[in-house]
């Protein structure tokens, strides 16, 4: 006759790239061997760019991590908030995807955490990046994935720039990232209704903070919704209040 099983349930898996998860955190003074960061472009050992920009503050440095869209590249990525990276004074580092797009969108969370993981160690273990300093932005698919990492890991990103999602999937979900959306209302390639006119109104009513804002424009990061978006997280202010703003 079959007993009851009477062992306890099994623990719940641990976390770790297969989630999403990111190991990788910030410390306020590196190691003093280190070798400095002279502002200008470097090239990490695993497969990552990495902007200093020439004005920096005496203290810790805020960090974006910036994630290119399909098909793309670091470079390109870079290029959406160089001008803003100098205006304010912050790191961008631009991992560049194992494939023609991001893991979670080809099969499965993986290979391309743990590339986020080694570069960003690679940073922190170069430069004082404040606590509260990091950020994860992406474009299209850089976006959608800049979100469900952003919702992931929260305790280590404080801030999301998505610039055009098409959709999130975070497998678990940590601390809570204060978020900017933007998209454009002629957008062909994620049409907005589907993609951030539903996302939005589901991240608030999870609970998220978020600062939405639409363009007349298609699929693209204007160079005025890239610089709010930075103006936006470095500005820190206490309470930032969200809204909407019309298409303009």
């Not at 298609?218 to 309470?239: D, E, F, M, N, Y």
């Amino acid at each position: 006759m079959a007993t009851p099983e009477r062992s306890r349930p099994h623990p719940a898996p641990e976390e770790g790239v297969r989630h999403g998860r990111l190991s990788a955190r910030p410390v306020a003074v590196p190691p003093q061997h280190a070798e400095p960061l002279v502002p200008g472009l470097h090239r990490l050992g695993g497969r990552a760019l990495l902007y200093v920009p020439s004005a920096r503050g005496s203290g810790p440095s805020s960090l974006a991590v910036v994630l290119h869209g399909a098909g793309g590249a670091a470079e390109e990525a870079l290029e959406w908030l160089l001008p803003q990276a100098e205006e304010s004074g912050v790191l961008l580092l631009a991992p560049q995807a194992v494939s023609a797009t991001w893991d979670m969108i080809v099969g499965g969370y993986g290979a391309d955490v743990s590339r986020v993981d080694a570069a960003l160690e690679e940073v922190f273990s170069r430069a004082a990046v404040g606590l509260d300093g990091v950020a994860v932005a992406g474009f299209s698919d850089g976006a959608s994935y800049a979100l469900s990492l952003g919702l992931a890991n929260g305790d280590l990103f404080h801030a999301v720039l998505a610039f055009s999602p098409g959709f999130m999937a975070p497998m678990i979900r940590h601390g809570r990232p204060r978020i900017f959306v933007s998209h454009g209302v002629s957008d062909r390639v994620l049409p907005i209704d589907e993609c951030s006119r539903r996302l939005v109104p589901e991240l608030r009513e999870s609970g998220y903070e978020v600062t939405y804002e639409e363009f007349r424009g298609g699929h693209q990061v204007p160079p005025q919704t890239a610089t709010a978006a930075v103006r936006w997280w470095i500005s820190q202010r206490p309470g930032h209040s969200t809204g909407d703003v019309s298409p303009g």
